[in-house]
């Protein structure tokens, strides 16, 4: 990347510097007007995104860089979650932060240091090479603005960063590097599925250790991985913690970003609530990483319109299936979703309907008959969807809050729900089946994507393809609604391997 003149502005750092007013002022008299606290980068939000991203700033950023994170929550460690296991399991949706104005569509959202790390189920599949170029090869949604090769690297880090458990032999994904751990053991449905698929069936790669590492335990394998027991599954707090403990880094907790001031095509600083009063905070550098319905609604608050700011958001829509089995057992261990089956995900079907990736369940669904009573799988259906008429934007009624709106499911994405039990006949075949329930489409998969969409066209996307914002050039727009379009695959890995690939190419 070209050492721009907007690139140097974002990446300057300033020295550091004495204040004198106090030294100054006679004595006696008032304290002069706070002067705003000033750092080379500015930080909003401190899940997967702004921290991935912060890890490889500080790998490039000098001794006497300063940097502020500001996050909206508290910092709850392990024990206090595992004290209060009633109040933080479930869905948590607005928090009293955001309206929502389809209540029958909940929006995951979980306010605190390391967000929506505490909660995930530590999923992380790559994305495959042509979910890059859905429109190029299906025409369908809209081609990314990289390509799968550009982001491979950046994928091994992650993977290094989170401890990801995988296969090395992917039969989707080409690798550079091996997993750092090795995978989880197949269940019995799993090797079946394989026979039957040969190549489209791996062990799924997960940030839930196959063996023990020097901060986490091994998976206990006892399938409630929402809040691991013995916080073994990858979080924020406690992997990158030491992020927050650099001396170049502060943290402030339980402090809300309310807009960014932006003068000209330049943003100075981030205006936050805290303690009861407003302040604003100047940065060189500002990436804001609060997700897809918040960041959407900072920007629009800082004056940054655009035609598609807060337009088309979306998930992933997940659909379980149920299916008692003759004479196989398929509970036993392992971790809590073991196989990944790319029987619906790939090829032409996806010019006509969505694809969709099928997770093999391994978590204790017990049957009631004698001798059966481990006789039940489930498989998940993950099916992608594009971009509609969601939309995120400022509540008119009270400014201090977005308001959020699903715009519905695609027709594309319909079509591949109302075909999904003809399409599963061939995995049904695989298996020794007594009977089969098919769900229906459940609330969410709390995979908010696509309210901040990145591309080349500054016309019809809001930031590059570095996660810069297209206008203001030091401000970072990190996280899933950058996505394009949500993908079968979950945005996890791939939105930390975004954060990292934007980290370098900011000192480029």
Sequence with gaps: MRASPATARRVGFAKPRRCTRCLLRPRGALHPPRVPESFDAVFVGSSFASSF???????????????????AGPRRPHAWRLAQRKDVLGWRDDHGLYENATPDKPWITHVELGGNSNCW?????????????????????????????????????????????????????????????????????????????????????CARPSVATPKRPRCCASGVCELCPIDSKFTVQNELAHLFEDSRVTLWTDARCEGLDVQGDVVRGVHVRREGREELVRGELVAIGANAIFNPWILARSGLDHPELGRGLHEQVGIDVIVDLHDMDAFGGSTSITGHLYALYL???????????????????????????????????????????????????????????????????????????????PVFDALPVERVRIGEPLPTEAHAVGSTPMGNDPETSVIDRDLVHHRVRNLFVLGAGAFPCATPANPTLTLAALSLRAAQEAFA
């Design 347 to 425: 090829g032409e079907r996806r010019r006509d309907r969505a694809g969709a990736l099928i997770e093999v369940w391994n978590v204790p669904m017990l049957r009631m008959e004698p001798g059966r009573y481990r006789h039940r799988v489930k498989l998940k259906a993950v099916i992608e969807d594009v971009r509609g008429e969601g939309r995120v934007d400022v509540n008119p009624d009270d400014p201090s809050r977005p308001r959020v709106r699903h715009g519905g499911r695609s027709a594309w994405t319909e079509r591949a729900i109302a075909r999904l039990e003809d399409d599963l006949q």
């Design 121 to 205: 189920w530590a999923c992380t599949p790559r994305l495959a090479p042509e979910d890059f170029e859905l429109h190029t090869r299906y025409g369908q949604a809209v081609d990314w603005p990289l390509s799968y090769a550009e982001l491979e690297p950046h994928y091994v880090r992650a993977e290094r960063m989170l401890g990801v458990a995988g296969a090395d032999d992917h039969p989707i994904c080409p690798r550079s590097a091996p997993f750092p751990l090795p995978p989880h053991r197949l269940s019995a449905p799993d090797e079946a599925l394989a026979r039957a698929f040969p190549g489209l069936l791996t062990p799924q790669p």
């Design 53 to 71: 991203f912060l890890a490889g700033w500080l790998e490039r950023a000098p001794a006497h860089a300063r940097a502020l994170v500001i996050e």
